[in-house]
């Protein structure tokens, strides 16, 4: 991805993001609510089995840190320093990427406090449902989304020719979250912008330097 591409890209998701939590995201949430119930069940399926195999691979540990981390850190140790390929950076972009876009997440879950759409379609609340107490005040923005797409966009972008089906896992997880009533449609949209954001800024480490003069 280009400097100018990602620039767009912000350009565009930011207002877009805004727009939809002021005036869009909740009668678009709650049209899918009404019409995609038949495809809960699939997704609720699909998401719990990317969840068990995520949740295994961190849980199980090496060296006190999370299998999957350690996995991606040997990646990056053997392409680049021992086989002296370009796809050792990607692994540490990958980690990097991760680590970085699941935080931010966390981070911005404990200090937006948005509620989920389960409030909405429960009664209904005043006002875009920003910085509300009690609970279900964690919607914005989606970790789900932070975390497999976080794993996949990099390499997407890395493997063109392979990217539609990189994104086949994540995708379905996104839209999942939308159609089990997990996150309003800027939950997502946000997440995803973390993920190319972090994936830019790390992406940097691969980019070969101008030799000196």
């Known amino acids: 991805m280009t400097l100018r591409q990602f620039l767009l890209f912000t350009a565009v998701t930011l207002p877009g993001c805004v727009l939809l939590i002021l005036f869009l995201d909740q009668p678009i949430t709650l049209f899918v609510h009404r019409y995609t119930g038949w495809a809960v069940p699939f997704f609720s399926a699909y998401t719990a089995g990317a969840d068990t ?13 999370p299998a999957l981390y350690v996995a991606l850190l040997l990646l990056f140790v053997l392409g680049r320093w021992v086989l002296k390929r370009s796809w ?11 680590i970085a876009s699941q935080g931010s997440s966390n981070v911005l879950k404990g200090t937006v406090h948005r509620l989920r759409p389960e409030v909405l379609f429960s009664g209904g609340y005043p006002g875009t449902g920003l910085w509300a107490t009690g609970p279900h005040n964690d919607s914005f923005p989606s970790t789900h989304t932070a975390i497999y797409f976080s794993l996949f966009w990099p390499l997407a972008l890395a493997f063109p020719r392979w990217r539609v089906p990189l994104l086949v896992l994540p995708g379905l997880i996104m839209l999942g979250r939308l159609v089990m009533g997990a996150h309003y449609p800027s939950d997502v949209w946000f997440s995803a912008w973390l993920v190319v954001a972090y994936t830019f800024l790390f992406g940097l480490l691969g980019k070969p330097r101008p030799a000196a003069r």
């Open 53 to 65: 195999t995520y949740d295994a691979a961190v849980s199980a540990r090496v060296l006190g840190l």
């Open 88 to 98: 050792g950076t990607l692994a540490l972009v990958v980690l990097l990427t991760h």
